[in-house]
Nanobody, 120 residues
Framework: QVQLVESGGGLVQAGESLRLSCAAS????????MGWYRQTPGKQRELVAA???????TYADSVKGRFTISRDNAKNMVYLQMNSLKPEDTAVYYC??????????????WGQGTQVTVSS
């Protein structure tokens, strides 16, 4: 059974930083792309940042220059460094990973979410 477990959320003031971590565990062959999404009540989940197995990255326009995604393939982990946080960054942040079982298919997994709250 595959699990993605996030950590690092919390309450901070505007302008401060947080680092989210996500660890993938269980039975799988390899991890393809990994990413972070966020969701606020009444809104759709949106992509924050993604990183391929080759470390190519993509960011939402709203976080470019403030957030940095990285991964440690040896530890099956992905990180999100969030600097200069704004109140509008307040959301539940979810880790996402596309995992391979060695076949031609990729399986989509999600973490349970971690709350990030930024006060003004």
């Amino acid at each position: 059974q595959v699990q993605l477990v996030e950590s690092g959320g919390g309450l901070v003031q505007a302008g401060e930083s947080l680092r989210l971590s996500c660890a993938a565990s269980g039975s799988f062959f390899s991890i393809n792309a990994m990413g972070w999404y966020r969701q606020t009540p009444g809104k759709q989940r949106e992509l924050v940042a993604a990183i391929t197995s080759g470390s190519d990255t993509t960011y939402a326009d709203s976080v470019k220059g403030r957030f940095t995604i990285s991964r440690d393939n040896a530890k099956n982990m992905v990180y999100l460094q969030m600097n200069s946080l704004k109140p509008e960054d307040t959301a539940v942040y979810y880790c996402n990973a596309h995992l391979s079982d060695g076949s031609a298919y990729l399986y989509d997994y999600w973490g349970q979410g971690t709350q990030v709250t930024v006060s003004s």
